[in-house]
Structures are given as C-alpha cells and as structure tokens.
C-alpha cells in the first residue's frame, strides 16, 4: 500500500534526550513536511524539504534538525534546545508546486512524543 | 506576510442542520486552497481544494466549499450535518516554495 508511515506512535524521553522521529513514505514525493500540532495551535511547520539533500526552516525550527538523505526518508531530531518538546508531531509529503500547485499534501498518524 | 485565518475556535450545529466553517487567506497571486480534518489522534485527512474558476468545489462525504476572491474566502460547508461530522476542521494554503501554511483549526460539533 502506498503511503506515509511515522514511527513511533508514541514517545516517551527524559528531559535533556535527543530523540529522533521517523517519517518514511513510498508515495515518490519530493516534498515532504513536518508540522508541530499543540491544542490551540493548529499546525504549524518546523521544517520542510523540496527535493533530497535541501531543507528549509518553517516557522518553529529552533530547537529541531532534520536530514534529507534519501527521497523517501524525512526523520525528524528533536535536540535538548527545544524548550517544551512535548507535543504531537505530524510528517506530510506531497508532489513539487511546479507539478501541480494545488495538489494536496498526505499525512501520516502521527507522533505523540511526551517529555517527562 | 502570507497566512490562513480561521475565525471561529468551535462551531455547534444541530444534526440536520447545514454547516459553515470559516477561512480567509491573504495570499499573492492565485491561491492554492485545502481543506483537511482531524480525527482525535490521527493525522489529517484531505476534503477538498479549491479548483481555479470554480467557485463552488464539491468534496468528500458531502462537504463543498465556496471560493470568494473579493472577500479573499474558502469556507467549508455541508447542507446537512451529521453526528459523524464532528472533528477539527484545517484550512491551508499552500505557496509557490511547497511551503503549506495552516490555520488553526475549527473544532465542528454536531449535537444529536
């Protein structure tokens, strides 16, 4: 089955941990997206990649890195920096704008990562 | 600065009823519009996208959505709400970079 597959669902890290969130999709995306989604909030971007080997801060990237070593995969770190990790965390993937602006984005279930 | 509003936190509808679910963008040039929703726990799924010179875009389960470019507005609507419709309601835009900008959410509540 085509798709976008986070793992894991849920995560749970000691304060100060370096955790890493994987996002994989067979869908032959070149785009793909990760958002932070807090109650109130809605989604909003950490970072996004057009094509392998390039990514670009969104809106919230402090505290975050990511790699684009491989056009399938997408993980996410999210480092000590990051001040209040505990949220839940959505990867997307879509085809390039300039294929076709208005193509919508997939998701995948998500991860609910708990900082204690 | 490009982005998506979303007005209205929560929207209550009797079963039966039609629903609205409010979006204005501000965007430059031709918009790319979407509407998703939210299941609790689950990642978001995709309804509908506005279709450049259609003003009304039919999507899944029933819902459609009116595009208005004077009043630079996508808002989500159903003639008929259903008990099942109840979740939260995204609406995005996305920009000519891929970057994808979503607005806050609209929790819709559908009272039996």
């Known amino acids: 089955d085509g798709g976008i597959t986070q793992s894991p669902k849920y995560l749970f890290r000691k304060e100060g941990q370096n955790v890493t969130l994987s996002c994989e999709q067979n869908l032959n995306h070149d785009a793909m997206y990760w958002y932070r989604q807090d109650p109130g909030q809605g989604l909003r971007l950490i970072y996004y990649?057009?094509?392998?080997?390039?990514?670009q801060k969104g809106d919230i990237a402090e505290g975050y890195s990511v790699s684009r070593e491989k056009k399938e995969s997408f993980p996410l770190t999210v480092t000590s920096a990051q001040k209040n990790p505990t949220a839940f965390y959505l990867c997307?993937?879509?085809?390039?704008?300039?294929?076709?602006?208005?193509?919508?984005?997939?998701f995948g279930q998500g991860t609910r990562l708990t900082v204690v | 600065a490009q982005s998506v509003a979303q007005p209205e936190d929560q929207v209550n509808v009797a079963e039966g009823n039609p629903l609205t679910v409010k979006c204005t963008y501000s965007v430059s040039g031709n918009p790319y519009l979407f509407w998703y929703v939210q299941y609790p726990n689950r990642g978001l799924q995709f309804l509908l996208k506005?279709?450049?010179?259609?003003?009304l875009v039919k999507g899944s389960y029933g819902f459609e959505a009116e595009f208005n470019k004077s009043q630079t507005s996508f808002h989500l609507k159903k003639p008929s709400a259903l008990v099942s419709d109840s979740a939260l309601y995204f609406c995005?835009?996305?920009?000519?970079?891929?970057?994808?900008?979503f607005g806050k959410g609209t929790r819709l509540h559908i009272l039996p």
């Open positions: 990649s057009q094509i392998v080997n390039d990514f």
């Open positions: 995005a835009v996305r920009l000519r970079d891929d970057k994808i900008i």
């Open positions: 997307a993937s879509s085809i390039h704008s300039f294929e076709g602006g208005n193509t919508e984005a997939f």
């Open positions: 506005y279709i450049t010179g259609d003003n």
